[in-house]
């Protein structure tokens, strides 16, 4: 039983244009929310979080959404870029201590 | 530089093989754990720990051991290696004080082939 899942498992967008990244939960105890990017033969690299108490958070070209009666977030990524091209987890804590329970990922595609 | 140090970086084993991968942080972070990758997977926890002396399983925890004697190293041991075992295992480490909203900090990763 996955308690969060990624349904779309590859994205692929333009240079310049929005990447739009799913995630749902079922677990209500998770408390806060996080997303990891990763590229080949290298660990998964910490990109955002929030809180659970919150329904938006930025950093740079980077806005995560939480919608809590929906148990859904999003990442948005304005503008993509060719570099953002790597696989994007996201993760969910918070229910048990320090443990994160994880999507299966989203391969993510800029073109030039 | 600080992180999280795994070694090795690939392994191939044959079946019925026992080997241990190591993993090594120098943050002092007081939460350790062990995360295997399989396609269409993600990232699923095999055992943790959140201090020296105290481990406990996670989601996949049959058919490895951990031990965790001291704050920086939690070597993760297959008892005897399985091709169901073929995997990338990443080593993550955090700090209870910045609990969640900062995140893990991950290893690099080791390659597991068993044949």
């Known amino acids: 039983d996955q308690q969060v899942k990624q349904n779309s498992p590859s994205l692929s967008v333009q240079e310049g244009r929005i990447s739009i990244l799913n995630c749902d939960y079922t677990n209500s105890m998770f408390d806060y929310f996080l997303w990891y990017k990763k590229y080949p033969a290298e660990g998964p690299t910490f990109l955002i979080s929030?809180?659970?108490?919150?329904d938006k958070n930025e950093d740079g070209r980077f806005t995560v959404f939480l919608n809590k009666s929906a148990k859904h977030l999003s990442l948005h990524i304005v503008p993509s870029q060719p570099g953002d091209s790597a696989v994007y987890f996201c993760a969910a804590g918070g229910a048990a201590g320090n443990k994160l329970t994880f999507g299966g990922g989203t391969r993510v595609l800029v073109k030039p | 530089n600080a992180g999280v140090t795994q070694t090795p970086k690939f392994q191939v084993l044959k079946t019925g093989q026992s080997m241990t991968l190591q993993c090594a942080q120098d943050m002092n972070h007081e939460y350790m754990s062990w995360y295997r990758q399989d396609p269409g997977m993600g990232l699923r926890l095999i055992h943790y720990?959140?201090?020296?002396?105290?481990?406990d399983q996670g989601e996949v925890p049959n058919g490895y051991n951990v031990s965790r004697s001291t704050t920086e190293d939690f070597p993760l041991r297959l008892l005897s290696a399985a091709p169901s075992q073929t995997s990338v295992y990443f080593c993550?480490?955090?700090?209870?004080?910045?609990?969640?909203?900062?995140?893990?900090?991950f290893g690099s990763g080791t390659r597991l082939t068993v044949v």
């Open positions: 993550a480490s955090s700090s209870f004080s910045d609990r969640g909203l900062n995140g893990y900090t």
């Open positions: 720990s959140v201090g020296a002396g105290i481990t």
């Open positions: 929030i809180s659970s108490i919150k």
